[in-house]
């Protein structure tokens, strides 16, 4: 008998629909409002640019109608809830070099990234073993999962989970789109 106990799920998605016009949509959207917020935030980034607030944007409403078709109904399977909304919703623009340090993120209860643009050896996002003395162990020791972007790629995760975002090798912009979410 085995019983694996303190899993934790991370979930990811395809838009397989998610293509060049849809890209280049939202990237005059991100350059549009960087016209007007050229400073921008400063949550996780080092070496690039992230955003206000856009949860009220179009790329937002896009992404509300994903989560709801799509990613919804695995998250009923899997923690029991009929409800999910969007409390906050940023972009995120790294150059080469650009990276994200380690975080969480704190009052909310999942997370999630939507990839826009990757090119070639991006950066990818890293999640930390929340067992820290497991490393300790010859069994289950995995010290962190990595992900690797891909354009019209959701990965959505519990929002207490250390991540960070190694940095980018290639040669254009990693863009994508950051969200926390509410479920009940
Ligand atoms: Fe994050």
């Given at each position: 008998m085995i019983e694996n106990w303190f899993s934790v799920p991370i979930w990811y998605f395809y838009d397989q629909n998610f293509g060049d016009d849809q890209e280049i949509k939202m990237i005059?959207?991100?350059n549009e409002y960087q016209k007007n917020d050229n400073a921008g935030q400063n949550r996780?980034?080092?070496?690039?640019y992230q955003s206000g607030d856009i949860s009220n944007?179009?790329?937002?409403?896009y992404i509300d109608s994903f989560l709801q078709k799509e990613v919804l109904p695995e998250l009923v399977t899997c923690i029991n809830i009929t409800k999910?909304?969007?409390?906050?919703?940023?972009?995120?623009?790294n150059g080469p070099g650009g990276l994200n340090r380690n975080h969480v993120?704190?009052?909310?209860?999942?997370?999630?990234?939507?990839?826009?643009?990757?090119?070639e050896d991006c950066g990818n996002i890293v999640f930390y073993n929340?067992?820290?003395?497991?490393?300790?162990?010859?069994?289950n020791r995995?010290?962190?999962?990595?992900?690797?972007?891909?354009?019209?790629?959701f990965v959505i995760f519990p929002s207490w989970l250390y991540h960070s975002?190694?940095?980018?090798?290639?040669n254009g912009f990693r863009r994508s789109i950051a969200f926390n979410l509410t479920v009940s």
């Open positions: 005059e959207f991100f996780s980034n080092v070496n690039g944007s179009e790329p937002a409403q999910v909304s969007i409390n906050s919703m940023w972009f995120n623009e993120h704190p009052q909310t209860d999942l997370s999630g990234v939507f990839y826009v643009s990757t090119p929340p067992l820290t003395v497991s490393v300790m162990s010859r069994c995995e010290e962190n999962v990595h992900y690797t972007p891909e354009r019209g790629k975002v190694r940095p980018n090798k290639g």
